[in-house]
């Protein structure tokens, strides 16, 4: 299986401020033969489902707001939030699809 | 609106079974792999099973393989999961969830509220 780790565990961010959460799998995501990273980012709000925030790495699903992007290549990626807004209090879990599909422990962010 | 609305989840004693259900709607649902996930409240999300649309085709995480059963009916739009010689580490909340991909494997583009299944004596 591939496994995929997150840091940090949680983080604390200021209101308009910027929140990075990393993402490692243990072997590389990335298809050659289409040059695309296998790679998804989700965001998880209490007693709520998952919601598709991102995929193939930097592509961001229809009416994800653009303080969302998503980067990285190969077996290291990054979700940055730009400008950290009230809504956006969540676990945040990254998802390779390259070889089955497997999830991060997840990424609390909170407001400092 | 396309919605997955899942279904049968409760408490069953280990060994038991229990069959869960997800109903779609506001797509073509047999153009579409479908998948069941869960997580433990507070755990990560699991990958367990899915499904290819029309049905013929199924793969399955190996903590769930030989007791675990993933199938549709795509006359009813509905995706389900037949789950016997359940143990307590099953118990958890399970989602169904879209394939994004349609006849190919992708990541997962919309999610069903979850049901939750506990598995106690």
Known sequence: ?112 | EVQLVESGGGLVQPGGSLRLSCAASGFTFSSFWMHWVRQVPGKRLVWVSRINGAGSSTTYADSVKGRFTISRDNTKNTLYLQMNSLRAEDTAVYYCARDRGGNSADTFDIWGQGTMVTVSS
Request: glycine share 8%.
């Open chain 1, 1 to 112: 299986d591939i496994v995929m780790t997150q840091s940090p565990d949680s983080l604390a961010v200021s209101l308009g401020e910027r929140a990075t959460i990393n993402c490692k799998s243990s072997q590389s995501v990335l298809y050659s033969s289409n040059n695309k990273n296998y790679l998804a980012w989700f965001q998880q709000k209490p007693g709520q489902p998952p919601k598709l925030l991102i995929y193939w790495a930097s592509t961001r699903e229809s009416g994800v707001p653009d303080r969302f992007t998503g980067s990285g290549s190969g077996t290291d990626f990054t979700l940055t939030i730009s400008s950290l807004q009230a809504e956006d209090v969540a676990v945040y879990y990254c998802q390779q699809y390259y070889r089955s599909w497997t999830f991060g422990q997840g990424t609390k962010v909170e407001i400092k």
